[in-house]
């Protein structure tokens, strides 16, 4: 699809200089622009690329002046980063806007479904399912009984959401996602072996959640597990039965968190971070990567190591670790020179 430089200053509020008929069919970075590409400059070290890029529009802020000559076509903006974002978006708007029903799929006659929805290929969607407007389900979906998913939903190919789940507004879920599993329940008799504890709760998620590729939330035992609004988790995360996250907290690749923790506000959450089950987080933290949690943590506490303690505390204990050999040469010099004591 092709878009010219008057219709993208249009959906940004930019100022042309240069051919308003330009057209471009793909996005670039500025070093790499090629006819027919579409770029932006927004960092200053980068500027001396404008004057040689190929490519056939570049979006600039407006307080950019040229000191030489160029071949591509300006789009005067207030922000270019955020102005490129912007048409990123759109642009991901378009090429994912997908309606209709593909087959074979299997929708029972109970589901109810709102407008411009999309149903991929192979799709299961059970008994007493609501579904929202604009939502897009690709294919290989599961859905399971008594969902209840909200507008504006993308629900990318492969994933399942089991039965009870209820998903808000606004939410991305990418592919291998799977919501509503079982909990870790099981209860070890004198024996040794172990009877499956029922896991009859569900998951709650909320608007603005996007959740990545293979992450796995876990259903309650009983009530709900639930991820509160504008939470982003990555890729591969494991959320166990109960956990609760709260509003606009991020969490990296790799986590996982244990049963009944809950999480607080807006906090950040390294890669390979481990939690353990029925412990409270509170708002505002900073877990860096690779950290062990098995204690409270206060709000707005920096935590790093395994076991997690105080990040600033961390930092200085592994200054003296990583001198640790030298500290052991030189109490070994200084045992030396000391008098022998006799009775050794």
């Known amino acids: 699809m092709k878009f010219t430089a008057q219709q993208i200053a249009e959906i940004l509020d930019g100022v042309i200089e240069g051919n308003p008929s330009a057209e471009v069919d793909k996005l670039s970075k ?7 590409s579409l770029t932006f400059l927004s960092n200053p070290k980068y500027t001396p690329y404008i004057y040689e890029t190929e490519a056939s529009i570049c979006i600039v802020n407006k307080s950019f002046k040229a000191n030489q000559s160029l071949s591509t076509t300006l789009i005067k903006v207030e922000d270019s980063y955020e102005a490129f974002s912007k048409l990123l978006e759109v642009y991901n708007e ?11 799929s299997s929708i029972a006659d109970s589901v109810k479904m709102g407008k411009e929805t999309y149903i991929g290929a192979f799709t299961y969607i059970g008994e007493n399912v609501v579904i929202g407007d604009k939502v897009k389900i690709y294919p290989n979906v599961y859905i399971g ?3 209840i998913i909200g507008d504006h939903v ?7 959401i089991y039965s009870e789940t209820q998903i808000g507004n606004h939410c991305t879920f990418h592919s291998g996602v799977i919501i509503g599993a079982d909990g870790f329940g099981f209860s070890p008799s004198d024996s040794g072996e172990y009877s499956k504890i ?5 998951v709650i998620i909320e608007d603005y959640v996007d959740i990545g590729a293979a992450t796995t939330i876990d259903r309650a035992t009983l009530g709900s597990t639930i991820i509160r ?3 982003k988790l990555d890729n591969q995360i494991q959320i166990a039965h109960n956990v609760e996250i709260g509003e606009h907290t991020a ?9 009944s923790t809950k999480i607080g506000k807006n906090c950040l959450i390294g890669g390979q971070v481990g939690i353990a089950g029925h412990i409270k987080i509170g708002d505002r933290v900073r877990i860096q990567a690779q950290t062990g949690v098995g204690r409270n943590v206060k709000d707005d506490e920096a935590i790093q190591g395994s076991p997690a303690f105080g990040y600033n505390d961390f930092n200085k204990s592994y200054v003296h ?3 640790l050999p030298k500290i052991i040469r030189r109490i070994d010099i200084i045992e030396k020179q000391l008098p022998k004591n006799e009775d050794n």
């Open 154 to 160: 993308t629900i990318f190919a492969g994933s399942k």
């Open 94 to 104: 378009i090429k994912l806007d997908k309606k209709g029903i593909e087959t074979p």
């Open 198 to 202: 029922p896991q009859i709760g569900n």
């Open 251 to 259: 969490i990296a690749a790799q986590t996982g968190i244990a049963g």
């Open 321 to 323: 670790f990583r001198n």
């Open 145 to 147: 009984d008594n969902v």
């Open 30 to 36: 500025i070093e790499e622009g090629k006819e027919g």
């Open 229 to 231: 609004k504008g939470v």
